[in-house]
């Protein structure tokens, strides 16, 4: 198995736990409600999305749940998926390939698991 193919397999193993852990919660939840936002809020963090990624998401739903008058669980999920798309959409840059990102921080910050979700 070549190094793309275990990259692959290991993104799809966190893409698995993330959608299976918030379709839990949307299944577990019919009403939008405060205990819902914090169990949401909570199962983002357990699945290593981290905390300030976490934040923003949250804060943007709330925004969007409170403007749209959203009150279904079915209806977070599609607000979600917009939300997550827009932070991970790439901003414009430009830059040559290839190229070098260096990525600095202190021991068991999550470098290693940030440039596997990167790449």
Do not use: H, W
């Amino acid at each position: 198995m070549g190094f793309f193919e275990k990259l692959k397999q290991g993104m799809t193993k966190t893409r698995d736990n993330l959608s299976g852990k918030i379709g839990d919660l949307m299944s577990s939840f019919k009403k939008v409600d405060e205990d819902f936002l914090e169990e949401l809020e909570e199962t983002l963090i357990l699945c290593d999305v981290g905390v300030a990624t976490t934040m923003k998401i949250m804060e943007a739903l709330r925004a969007k749940i409170k403007e749209e008058k959203i009150s279904e669980t079915p209806q977070v999920k599609q607000v979600l998926i917009q939300i997550v798309e827009e932070l991970i959409t790439p901003p414009e840059a430009n830059i040559t390939y290839p190229c070098v990102i260096l990525v600095v921080g202190v021991n068991g910050v999550g470098k290693t698991t940030t440039i596997g979700k990167l790449a």
